[in-house]
């Protein structure tokens, strides 16, 4: 099994938070980046070029029924393939993946990706989309209360 079909697989719920409150997709993308940090997944260098990608090159997406973002940032920075969800209390606005500069969409579920193998980077994200276009299974993830439950929904799903 590839380090992508793990990371896409086998969503770990300690990596899942329900109800996350942010000031600013900023804010929210460093306090995700953070997390991977001290649980040993990236590189100390992961969090700032989170930041620096998610301002040259956005990740918000219109999915099925919510606004979804995809933060990640190039392999160099990432130790071990994971993928943490955080489902917001209430929206946050980031910029449009291939949008304008001055698009945002209202962002109420996030899907950090840290991917160590760039030839898996474009499968995972294929995969993602496609589930970013289930209209039942986006809902059930903003709706469940749990983060097990929503784990088991994307893996699953995946």
């Given at each position: 099994?590839?380090?992508?079909?793990?990371?896409?697989?086998?969503i770990?719920?300690?990596?899942?938070?329900?109800?996350?409150?942010?000031?600013?997709?900023?804010?929210?993308?460093?306090?995700?980046?953070?997390?991977?940090?001290?649980?040993?997944?990236?590189?100390?260098?992961?969090?700032?070029?989170?930041?620096?990608?998610?301002?040259?090159?956005?990740?918000?997406?219109?999915?099925?029924?919510?606004?979804?973002a995809?933060?990640?940032?190039?392999?160099?920075?990432?130790?071990?393939?994971?993928?943490?969800?955080?489902?917001?209390?209430e929206?946050?606005?980031?910029?449009?993946?291939?949008?304008?500069?001055?698009?945002?969409?209202?962002?109420?579920?996030?899907?950090?990706?840290?991917?160590?193998?760039?030839?898996?980077?474009?499968?995972?994200?294929?995969?993602?989309?496609?589930?970013?276009?289930?209209?039942?299974?986006?809902?059930?993830?903003?709706?469940?209360?749990?983060?097990?439950?929503?784990?088991?929904?994307?893996?699953?799903?995946?």
């Amino acid at each position: 099994m590839s380090e992508i079909q793990k990371a896409v697989a086998a969503i770990d719920p300690s990596l899942v938070r329900i109800g996350v409150a942010a000031a600013s997709c900023e804010e929210l993308v460093a306090a995700m980046g953070t997390v991977l940090l001290e649980k040993g997944f990236v590189k100390p260098s992961y969090v700032q070029a989170l930041l620096e990608r998610e301002r040259e090159f956005p990740t918000g997406i219109a999915a099925a029924g919510v606004g979804v973002a995809i933060p990640h940032s190039d392999a160099s920075h990432v130790l071990q393939t994971t993928t943490a969800v955080w489902v917001l209390k209430e929206p946050v606005p980031f910029h449009v993946m291939g949008g304008a500069e001055e698009d945002s969409i209202n962002v109420g579920i996030v899907f950090m990706l840290a991917i160590n193998n760039p030839q898996d980077h474009l499968a995972f994200l294929q995969r993602l989309l496609g589930l970013f276009a289930n209209e039942a299974i986006m809902s059930g993830i903003r709706r469940a209360g749990d983060p097990v439950i929503v784990a088991e929904i994307i893996n699953q799903a995946i």
